[in-house]
Antibody
Framework: QVTLKESGPVLVKPTETLTLTCTVSGFSLSNARMGVSWIRQPPGKALEWLAHIFSNDEKSYSTSLKSRLTISKDTSKSQVVLTMTNMDPVDTATYYC????????????WGQGTLVTVSS | QSVLTQPPSASGTPGQRVTISCSGSSSNIGSNTVNWYQQLPGTAPKLLIYSNNQRPSGVPDRFSGSKSGTSASLAISGLQSEDEADYYCAAWDDSLNGPEVVFGGGTKLTVL
């Protein structure tokens, strides 16, 4: 059974760095073409893709947020980590991780999401 | 503002057929496949249609997708109350900075 679960702080202060962890089970991050993306959704708004990382360590970032994002993986721990620097209240959102199998593919499994609020 | 354009809302009565459009450009829909996600209130999105018109196992055949040029559409026939949800289209975009995934702004479907 494939599952993904996001974890991290529920509240961060403006200018702080957010670190989120996606722990996966039911598949290996080393499987060929396997990848995990981070996607966020501000309250009442649309989905926004942030970044992805594949089993071969290929990474890609949202053009608009590239300077603030870093994605990495620890295959032995089955974890994908996203860091976002210089958090702002507009970054308040539910952050999802989702599985993808190869580029030009789809998100077949999603985590439940974690709500991160940015406030002083 | 989302890269893919969807109508913000759609509605229909039980049993009706509704369609939701998704408009993009040559760098995304025009050159890559389209996926559709359904998001029920308070839950994570769920894959509904992939590769333009393929349904994952368990998705009723009332849901169908199509693509033409730089646009795509999702059709729901035999509308049911449980179809009330937000629907998002998505596609890969061949950005100069590397491949990205772009989403539509979402369409809120109301079953009257």
């Amino acid at each position: 059974q494939v599952t993904l679960k996001e974890s991290g702080p529920v509240l961060v202060k403006p200018t702080e760095t957010l670190t989120l962890t996606c722990t996966v089970s039911g598949f290996s991050l080393s499987n060929a073409r396997m990848g995990v993306s981070w996607i966020r959704q501000p309250p009442g708004k649309a989905l926004e893709w942030l970044a992805h990382i594949f089993s071969n360590d290929e990474k890609s970032y949202s053009t608009s947020l590239k300077s603030r994002l870093t994605i990495s993986k620890d295959t032995s721990k089955s974890q994908v980590v996203l860091t976002m620097t210089n958090m702002d209240p507009v970054d308040t959102a539910t952050y999802y991780c989702a599985r993808i199998r190869g580029s030009n593919s789809n998100y077949d499994y999603w985590g439940q999401g974690t709500l991160v609020t940015v406030s002083s | 503002q989302s890269v893919l354009t969807q109508p913000p809302s759609a509605s229909g009565t039980p049993g009706q057929r509704v369609t939701i459009s998704c408009s993009g450009s040559s760098s995304n829909i025009g050159s890559n496949t389209v996926n559709w996600y359904q998001q029920l209130p308070g839950t994570a999105p769920k894959l509904l249609i992939y590769s333009n018109n393929q349904r994952p196992s368990g998705v009723p055949d009332r849901f169908s997708g199509s693509k033409s040029g730089t646009s795509a559409s999702l059709a729901i026939s035999g509308l049911q109350s449980e179809d009330e949800a937000d629907y998002y289209c998505a596609a890969w975009d061949d950005s100069l900075n590397g491949p990205e995934v772009v989403f539509g702004g979402g369409t809120k479907l109301t079953v009257l």
